[in-house]
């Protein structure tokens, strides 16, 4: 039998285009140049920077800002602007070629996503993409020199490295900051904050949405059942996040507690933002309260929109698990979603992403469990974060033991590429049987 090229099979060609770069990356990073020390990084933390930076999770094992020389940090630039771009392409791109061989009767979340951004051809596509993230990127960038220069009166190159470094990471959802405290030095400062943090919301909602956003922008009613569910999605957990935040660390003297009211408001609404895949802290996260790292968790698995920078599992597939429950529970016979028919395709699809991401959580957490000493809730919260490619930590990420770090670095692979190559192997492998087999109910619950 003859073996066919990679590209005859589209739901591979995310995963070894990832996989190149994270190996071209790694390279880089292991030059003596890359380090601002003497002689070149460990493989394993040049690996583990480059699967940070290419995945857009954040997760760092040394200090970026110490660590890496003025070469290796524009490496890591570099490398996360291209995972940033590459996400959003190749999951439209995917969604084009899905699309393309099943046909418009299909209703699968690649073939949504390809009906929201409504381009017939790669080229509009990838252009469309280039223009909003450079465009985005850019105007972010602009604020945060200023800002810095006037502000803070850093000199004009280190303003304008900040400000693009940040700028970058930001809309990209990578996380990475060229300060070693991340944000924390700006905890107070909404002109530092809030332009980061319109980044991460506005690359995590995709594009897709904002495509559909520009063309109809005051026709809420013909939108798509994805947009619609996104930024549902998006306004109820980051208002969700952020109520949580504010209510369990208002009083914490080692969070929000020493803020004023505004610095808390500011504080908790950066911090719900940050969980959906943003990965900036402006506070010290190992001093937060239990309940506060709960609802992380379940902020960082969800995630934030599909063909975008953002990892998870994405919103649509939360809010379409919830409205198959209450379907159920109404006992209705089918599930529908603002007056559209959602089909059992694309129910069992979401259910699939949701149980694998889970069961490679799962696994992940036990490994660390068996070669480490720290807490669970630290633990479960490094797995998550890893592979949501969120990027905060508890600060126990420089303390794992080389497979710990393996295994972290495994899940950030996993968790970026991983529900975009599924999602499009179901759709392409989907297949009617010429029969069916009799039916039979087995007790549930």
């Known amino acids: 039998m003859a073996l066919r090229h990679p590209i005859q099979h589209p739901a591979r060609l995310v995963p070894l285009a990832f ?107 990838l252009r469309l993409i280039l223009v909003v993230t450079l465009g985005v990127e850019t105007l972010i960038a602009a604020i945060l020199i200023l800002h810095l220069r006037f502000a803070y009166h850093e000199p004009w190159g280190q303003a304008v490295w900040h400000g693009v470094f940040h700028a970058v990471s930001a809309f990209n959802n990578a996380g990475l900051s060229t300060y070693s405290d991340s944000l924390v030095r700006f905890a107070a400062d909404p002109l530092i904050l809030v332009p980061i943090m319109m980044g991460v919301i506005l690359g995590g909602l995709g594009i897709p949405v904002l495509h559909e956003l520009r063309q109809k922008p005051r026709e809420p009613a013909r939108w798509s059942v994805h947009t619609k569910l996104t930024l549902l999605g998006t306004a109820i957990l980051l208002l969700g996040g952020f109520a949580a935040v ?42 937060m309260r239990p309940e506060t790292l709960t609802v992380s968790y379940a902020l960082m698995l969800i995630g934030g929109g599909s063909a975008g920078t953002a990892g998870g599992i994405r919103v649509t597939t939360f809010l379409l698990l919830g409205f198959v429950v209450l379907a159920e529970v109404r006992g209705e016979p089918d599930t529908t979603v603002f007056r559209r028919r959602i089909t059992v395709d694309v129910q069992r699809q979401a259910l699939t992403i949701v149980l694998l991401a889970v069961g490679s959580i799962t696994v992940g957490a036990l490994i660390l469990l068996s070669v480490t000493d720290f807490a669970l809730e630290d633990i479960l919260f490094e797995t998550i974060s890893a592979f949501a490619t969120v990027g905060l930590s508890t600060g126990i990420t420089p303390d794992l033991p080389p497979l710990g770090l393996f295994v972290v670095t495994v899940l950030m692979y996993m968790g970026r590429v991983g529900t975009i190559t599924l999602a499009t192997a179901l759709a392409l492998r989907g297949k009617q049987r010429p029969y069916r087999y009799p039916e039979e109910r087995p007790i549930v619950g």
């Open 246 to 287: 504010l209510a369990f660390e208002w009083r914490n003297p080692t969070t929000l507690g020493p803020q004023d009211p505004a610095g808390k408001l500011l504080g908790s609404v950066f911090y719900s933002a940050m969980t959906r895949s943003g990965g900036f802290n402006a506070f010290d996260m190992r001093q």
């Open 19 to 125: 996989l190149g770069a994270i190996a071209v990356g790694t390279f880089l990073l292991l030059l003596p140049i890359a380090r601002a020390g003497p002689g070149g990084a460990p493989l394993l933390i040049a690996l583990f920077t480059a699967t940070s930076a290419i995945c857009v999770t954040g997760l760092a094992v040394v200090d970026v800002s110490t660590y890496w020389s003025g070469f290796g940090q524009a490496v890591i630039l570099i490398l996360f602007q291209f995972g940033g771009f590459g996400i959003m392409s190749g999951a439209t791109l995917l969604a084009l070629l899905v699309t393309r061989r099943l046909g418009l009767a299909t209703r699968l979340i690649a073939q949504a996503e390809t009906r929201s951004v409504a381009l017939g051809d790669v080229t509009a596509v």
